[in-house]
């Protein structure tokens, strides 16, 4: 009891995450007779994991390849596909999203890539600066969920799940919720008139757009096709992505050097040196809230409400967005995976299948204030006032929670490439 209440508490004051986590188990800690050492060798172990090795490159390849102008080639290939249609510069947007996001596993770096090159040019159409934020901001979205998945990556090594498996289950819940992200997009377009570029199609504009960006187009299908034939595991896809990303942009493009390889090993210190600390202090919290089987207690008390493993998931996933709008997606994956994890097998719940609704509750919480990151990142690039964006993207939001609904209740679109 003493454990969760300082943990709330701390968070309510503002305490750092990795932080809060510490201090929490330390109150039980102190109180308990287990050797000081235990604490050591709890955070050495808790980041001592082989599968997080392919966080940060994946992180660092996604920053190279937006450097090197990698997704300038997407970006362009896109706009001459479809960007002469209704609507088009939005899907568009969306469509180079669910691209960039089988490269870099990242929400908010997929809105800032993106987000930088699109939004300015839907303001310079006509479109509503608020609408392409917003449209950017659930793009973004897709990052997280399309293959390679970060909040995937810890999940998986917490769960003990195959990273490979959620890799996979991930990609039909991603392309039904991409599709209903630009049929939203489109209807809202049509709705206030956004036309699409005045130029017809021209195929010769297409196919030498593809042919110049090949290297750049062939990222994603490098790095998935190579997990999905059994090439290379998750971790070695991710650094293949970082040597493949460095060919391209050194060899190819030869559109960065070593100033630009700094910043983006930088940048990658900057995002990954924070999850480090979280995941060492959140195993020894773990730890700790096994220890005084708060699992078994909240596992009890639930079942006591329903032991229907639907109805189940639909309060699991109630809480989930609830808690999303206050805390940062890897957070509540670490902190909360350990405790409801065992509930979800008790009940028959197939752990890849929650796995992938946990994901997916996530990327609500990336559009939900006050955290809201795609929101910050967007209104960033924008200009556009955080209170504005949030109200564009109710729209998107309606329509993510209507894809978790269906993810939820038809488990068969996690399961079935993997079964």
Not at 350 to 378: C, K, M, Q, R, Y
């Amino acid at each position: 009891m003493l454990i969760g209440v300082t943990l709330i508490v701390s968070l309510l004051i503002g305490v750092p995450i990795f932080a809060a986590l510490g201090v929490a188990a330390m109150t039980d800690f102190l109180l308990s007779p287990i050797p000081l050492a235990t604490l050591a060798h709890s955070l050495f172990s808790g980041v001592d994991k082989f599968p997080l090795i392919a966080i940060p490159c994946f992180v660092l390849a996604g920053s190279i390849m937006t450097r090197a102008g990698i997704t300038e080639d997407i970006v362009r290939v896109m706009r001459i596909a479809v960007g002469r249609a209704p609507g088009g510069l939005a899907v568009v947007t969306i469509l180079s999203c669910m691209f960039f996001a089988a490269i870099s596993g990242s929400g908010p770096g997929t809105v800032a890539a993106i987000g930088g090159l699109l939004i300015p040019a839907m303001a310079a159409q006509g479109y509503d600066r608020g609408f392409a934020a917003a449209v950017a901001s659930a793009g973004g979205t897709l990052g997280i969920l399309i293959p390679p998945s970060n909040p995937m990556i810890i999940y998986g090594v917490l769960a003990g799940v195959s990273i490979g498996d959620l890799f996979i289950a991930g990609l039909l819940p991603g392309l039904l919720i991409g599709l209903a992200l630009m049929a939203t997009a489109v209807g809202i377009s049509a709705l206030r008139g956004y036309r699409g570029q005045e130029e017809g199609f021209d195929a010769r504009s297409l196919w030498r757009a593809i042919f110049t960006g090949i290297p750049s187009l062939l990222a994603p299908a490098v790095v998935l096709g190579g997990i999905y034939l059994g090439i290379f595991t998750p971790v070695e896809a991710a650094v293949v992505a970082v040597l493949y990303a460095l060919l391209v942009g050194i060899l190819v493009k030869r559109s960065i050097g070593l100033r630009q390889i700094w910043a983006s090993l930088s940048e990658t210190s900057a995002i990954c040196g924070g999850l480090i600390l979280i995941m060492g202090t959140a195993i020894f919290f773990g730890q700790f809230m096994a220890l005084n089987q708060v699992p078994q207690s909240l596992a009890a008390a639930l079942l006591a409400i329903t032991d229907n493993p639907v109805t189940m998931l639909l309060l699991i996933s109630a809480m989930l967005l609830v808690l999303g709008t206050f805390m940062e997606t890897l957070s509540t994956i670490i902190i909360l995976t350990p405790i409801l994890l065992p509930l979800v097998k008790k009940l028959g719940i197939d752990p890849i299948h929650f796995g992938i609704i946990l994901v997916v509750t996530s990327e609500v919480g990336f559009l939900t204030p006050p955290l809201g990151v795609n929101l910050f990142v967007a209104s960033g690039l924008s200009g556009v006032k955080l209170e504005t964006l949030a109200r564009r993207v109710i729209p998107f939001l309606v329509v993510l929670v209507a894809a978790l609904l269906v993810i939820l209740l038809v488990p068969w679109l996690s399961l079935a490439l993997i079964r």
